[in-house]
């Protein structure tokens, strides 16, 4: 099975940049996804990552290190609507099943 | 492409009640998930389909759970005899083999009384 880590809750201030850590444990890593979920929403996707190092997507990156069973989620120049709780998810070992963690709740205040 | 439709958006029930509810996946998706989340908690899995077989359902899941995807389009989880520990955000999802992203619809809040 797997297993997820990730803080439960982070505040930052508008404009600023914050990471936000996840530390995983699978058996036959296929790949790790972060999600965005506002209150009563539904999760939306951020980013997938496979292979090792940083994607960059706007305001958004994500970092994987397979060797280390760790990803970080960074924003940057943060928003009051960037206030939500974002999902590490992993899926492997032949499953097709993202595992999901119990998220970071992310308050953003002026 | 509509993206994923859930009904009914609430639904309350008394406890003991059988309460279904349904997922319309994106057109084309051969992958669909069921999860359940609580508050303060991250989605959790359910069952998932492939098609119209069942390939997954969690060693969690109660037999009081049950799910079809008779055609291979949408789904049905229905619940039967509901306890107060169902209360929950009952979350559908699809994807396909192309691309691994996984679509949510907007979920079915139960609230067992």
């Known amino acids: 099975g797997q297993n997820i880590d990730q803080p439960t809750e982070m505040t930052a201030t508008e404009g600023a940049i914050v990471q936000i850590n996840c530390t995983y444990q699978t058996s036959g890593f296929n790949g790790l996804f972060w999600y965005q979920q506002h209150a009563g929403e539904a999760p939306t996707f951020l980013s997938y990552n496979v292979l090792d190092g940083l994607e960059e997507k706007g305001r958004f990156s994500s970092f994987l290190s397979r060797s280390k069973g760790y990803s970080y989620l960074l924003l940057k120049e943060l928003q009051m609507k960037d206030s939500a709780s974002y999902l590490c998810a992993v899926w492997g070992g032949g499953s097709y099943i993202p595992t999901f963690g119990r998220g970071t709740s992310l308050i953003v205040h002026p | 492409d509509t993206g994923v439709s859930q009904n009914p958006r609430h639904k309350i029930t008394k406890r003991g009640q059988n309460v279904t509810f349904r997922c319309d996946p994106i057109?084309?998706?051969?992958?669909l998930y069921w999860y359940r989340q609580t508050l303060g908690q991250g989605p959790e899995f359910l069952t998932y389909f492939q098609n119209e077989a069942q390939l997954e359902k969690s060693r969690l899941l109660s037999d009081r759970f049950s799910a079809e995807r008779p055609k291979g389009s949408f789904s049905t989880l229905e619940i039967q005899r509901t306890e107060q520990g169902d209360s929950a955000m009952y979350l559908c999802?699809?994807?396909?083999?192309?691309?691994?992203?996984?679509?949510f619809g907007s979920g079915t809040q139960l609230s067992v009384l």
């Open positions: 999802a699809s994807s396909d083999t192309t691309n691994e992203k996984l679509f």
């Open positions: 057109s084309e998706h051969n992958r």
